[in-house]
């Protein structure tokens, strides 16, 4: 059974406005999370991560929240841009091993 | 350094043939994780290494499935036999062992079984 959902397969944006990616997950135990972007015919790279310990964390234009009563993370990416469309995957680790979900396809429309 | 490295990018089969893919983890790294990638599934651990031991195959869908890590910088994923249903994208990852790390990728191996 999955234990990282990604519920929504696909988004789309205009650019310059707020993409908003989700992602939940079942297992108590999780206490890392990450995200991950993929753009076609690569791997996925490491874009952010949070520890359970916080319910924010920012870099640039990306921040991810928390909500650990809800287990229920968020990919915020303000303001979008072109360059951003690609693939998301969530992530969550209960230490050292990493669970991923099924991926957002977000693109972002000029 | 070069990243993870995997080999072959493309593999296309018919039923019935073993395939091995192969792997070069980030040099130091403590962890070796294998993936696949399908449509219904996303990103589908099957099976992860520590310090060259496998930990967890419990993904390793079937027993026509194996990996081995002969030492530190190589790895192996062996289907035999192959069948259709195995056709994905196959990822490559490794990582430190500490915590709050992420893991690094390679660019995958895509197989078609026909």
């Known amino acids: 059974d999955q234990q990282v959902k990604q519920n929504s397969p696909s988004l789309s944006v205009q650019e310059g406005r707020i993409s908003i990616l989700n992602c939940d997950y079942t297992?108590?135990?999780?206490?890392?999370f990450l995200w991950y972007k993929k753009y076609p015919a690569e791997g996925p790279t490491f874009l952010i991560s949070i520890s359970s310990i916080k319910d924010k964390n920012e870099d640039g234009r990306f921040t991810v929240f928390l909500n650990k009563s809800a287990k229920h993370l968020s990919l915020h990416i303000v303001p979008s841009q072109p360059g951003d469309s690609a693939v998301y995957f969530c992530?969550?680790?209960?230490?050292?091993?990493?669970?991923f979900g099924t991926g957002t396809s977000l693109t972002v429309i000029p | 350094d070069a990243g993870v490295i995997q080999s072959p990018r493309h593999e296309v089969t018919e039923m019935g043939q073993e395939v091995t893919l192969r792997c070069k983890p980030i040099?130091?790294?403590?962890?070796l994780f294998w993936y696949r990638q399908t449509m219904m599934r996303g990103l589908e651990l099957l099976i992860y290494f520590n310090n060259n031991v496998p930990i967890d195959d419990s993904g390793m869908p079937e027993d026509r499935f194996s990996a081995k890590m002969p030492n530190a910088s190589f790895s192996t994923l062996k289907i035999q036999p192959s069948e259709p249903r195995d056709s994905a994208v196959y990822f490559c990852a490794s990582g430190w062992d500490r915590a709050g790390g992420e893991l690094f990728f390679g660019e995958g191996s895509r197989l078609t079984v026909l």
């Open positions: 297992n108590s135990m999780f206490d890392y």
């Open positions: 992530a969550a680790s209960p230490s050292n091993q990493f669970y």
């Open positions: 040099s130091g790294h403590d962890y």
